[in-house]
């Protein structure tokens, strides 16, 4: 094993026996709990994400500008992706090893990645005139492009969010 995966595998093991992460895998109720959380939390990070993507796509809302759609969706957004980030945090600790080495978690961290470079690219580069797009006939075609790439990221991070489940399991 190289020095990097060993001071990686030490941190997650660390991680794995910190007292926050025994008591959510031996508890009895936690990880249920903030499992829930976690999955309400994303449910309103994809459902509002969604909303505005479907807005740039051209799908719903066409006689809103996007920028009307994001001001309303992305405070909604944020706040459960910081709620989202935080629940699957205290999760991944119960199993940090198990996680760290199941492929679904691996693809939704890179399809999570994926998602963020898409909205850094959509906001530096496709939506500086976003405020014109007054009509689902305004958006440009790269600024669909982009949301429907972001919608289908968003479908598959949830895919392999639930896949996580079933080849890893709960609490070990």
Not at 25 to 36: D, H, M, T
Not at 38 to 55: C, Y
Not at 117 to 131: E, Q, R, S
Request: hydrophobic residues 55%; positive net charge; aromatic residues 10%.
């Amino acid at each position: 094993m190289s020095k990097g995966l060993e001071v990686l595998h030490t941190f997650l093991q660390a991680l794995q026996n910190s007292a926050v992460a025994t008591a959510i895998r031996e508890g009895e109720s936690l990880f249920p709990w903030i499992e829930c959380v976690h999955v309400l939390a994303l449910t309103l990070v994809i459902g509002s994400i969604a909303i505005v993507d479907l807005r740039v796509i051209g799908l719903n809302s066409r006689d809103r500008g996007v920028v009307q759609m994001m001001t309303l969706a992305l405070p909604v957004t944020w706040s459960a992706f910081v709620v989202a980030v935080i629940t699957g945090s205290l999760l991944f600790s119960s199993n940090a090893t198990g996680y760290a080495h199941n492929t679904f978690f691996q693809a939704k961290l890179a399809l999570l990645a994926l998602a963020g470079i898409n909205m850094g690219a959509y906001h530096l580069f496709l939506g500086k005139d976003a405020g014109d797009w007054r009509t689902a006939s305004l958006t440009p075609w790269r600024a669909r492009v982009a949301g429907a790439l972001s919608l289908c990221l968003w479908i598959a991070i949830a895919v392999c969010g639930r896949w996580i489940g079933f080849t890893l399991g709960g609490p070990a």
